[in-house]
Nanobody, 127 residues
Framework: QVQLVESGGGLVQAGGSLRLSCAAS????????MGWFRQAPGKEREFVAA????????SYAESVQGRFTISRDNAKNTVYLRMNSLKPEDTAVYYC????????????????????WGQGTQVTVSS
């Protein structure tokens, strides 16, 4: 199935911005709804944002609503996460994944409904 590679993470000061990319292999990328998750040390992996196959629908965790923007360019087989007004609590490894489409909803906030996880990219926000 599709393979994912995240990039774009790094060290940024609080209030700054980063743009993460998730590059996917295969020509069937546009068939998949996608999600971004993050995991801080000692914590469970948590939902950040999701986008449907066409990019026409998006959803965000309350903690990032209004600050992060998920988008996709199917012609480039890439999903993006624009992160503005970053806070120290945003520090985590960020992962993208493919929604398994196991129920009637177009997305899920549960890690159990996603697969084909990328290797992750580290985002560190300093005070």
């Amino acid at each position: 199935q599709v393979q994912l590679v995240e990039s774009g993470g790094g060290l940024v000061q609080a209030g700054g911005s980063l743009r993460l990319s998730c590059a996917a292999s295969g020509r069937t990328f546009s068939n998949y709804n996608m999600g971004w998750f993050r995991q801080a040390p000692g914590k469970e992996r948590e939902f950040v944002a999701a986008i449907n196959w066409s990019g026409g629908r998006t959803s965000y965790a309350e903690s990032v609503q209004g600050r992060f923007t998920i988008s996709r360019d199917n012609a480039k087989n890439t999903v993006y996460l624009r992160m503005n007004s970053l806070k120290p609590e945003d520090t985590a490894v960020y992962y993208c994944a493919v929604y398994q489409m196991g129920d009637s909803r177009w997305y899920s906030t549960s890690t159990h409904q996603y697969g084909n996880w990328g290797q992750g990219t580290q985002v560190t926000v300093s005070s």
